[in-house]
């Protein structure tokens, strides 16, 4: 068993759609939660980083977190054709040095115009 | 602002040929750094980590190695490449919780 997984789509959805992302996990010492965006033949770039349980917003962003059920979302309101990426979480336990990040596979997401 | 820089971008090797991929971060002192290879369409995998000059550990034993000769670069070798290297190499710094990741290098070998 994984210890994250994240349904690898694809996701196709129409712009201005909401767009919830999620990902499930097993190690209940995972602390940070981290989404990224990566777009076609691009490195991975950091969207939203959340500690803990709770929400955290950032414009059209939402991450949510909660710890209780192992279960982290990325919410995009009003979605964008450039949105259209390859959103994958990430985890970790603590911030000390060498901390490794567990990703989940990532989930393909197209916004059609 | 930190900057993190991969090259080549994009690299077709044959099968036996060594390899050798660098990086470099700027506008950062000792960070961790980090090697992941993505495969098409699949998920990020850590082959090594290093928390300083000169310290090295790996995560899957095959046949890349890495080293860090100073502070801000990380160089990813080998000295006979396989058909199943193939794929995105990604560079990445960190100097607390989050990771920042390079441009990445495709690699194809033939």
């Known amino acids: 068993q994984k210890e994250v997984e994240q349904d690898p789509g694809p996701l196709s959805v129409p712009e201005g759609a909401i767009v919830s992302l999620n990902c499930t996990y097993s190690?209940?010492?995972?602390?940070?939660f981290m989404w990224y965006r990566q777009y076609s033949r691009k490195g991975p770039e950091l969207l939203m980083y959340t500690y803990s349980s709770g929400n955290k917003e950032d414009g059209r962003f939402t991450a949510q977190v909660d710890k209780s059920s192992k279960y982290i979302s990325l919410f995009i309101r009003d979605s964008q054709p450039s949105d259209s990426a390859t959103y994958l979480c990430a985890m970790s336990p603590g911030l000390a040095s060498g901390s490794r990040l567990t990703f989940g596979e990532g989930t393909q997401l197209t916004v059609n115009p | 602002s930190q900057t993190i820089h991969q090259w080549p971008a994009t690299l077709v090797q044959p099968v036996g040929s060594p390899l050798s991929l660098e990086c470099t971060v700027e506008g950062t002192s000792n960070p961790n750094l980090y090697w992941y290879r993505q495969a098409a369409g699949r998920g990020l995998q850590l082959l090594f980590y290093s928390v300083g000059i000169g310290q090295i550990s790996s995560e899957v034993p095959q046949n890349l190695s890495a080293s860090r000769p100073q502070d801000r670069q990380f160089i990813l070798s080998s000295k006979k490449l396989l058909l199943s290297d193939s794929g995105f190499y990604l560079c990445?710094?960190?100097?607390?919780?989050?990771?920042?990741f390079g441009p990445g290098t495709r690699l194809t070998v033939l």
């Open positions: 990445a710094w960190s100097w607390g919780g989050e990771q920042f």
């Open positions: 190690n209940s010492a995972f602390q940070y």
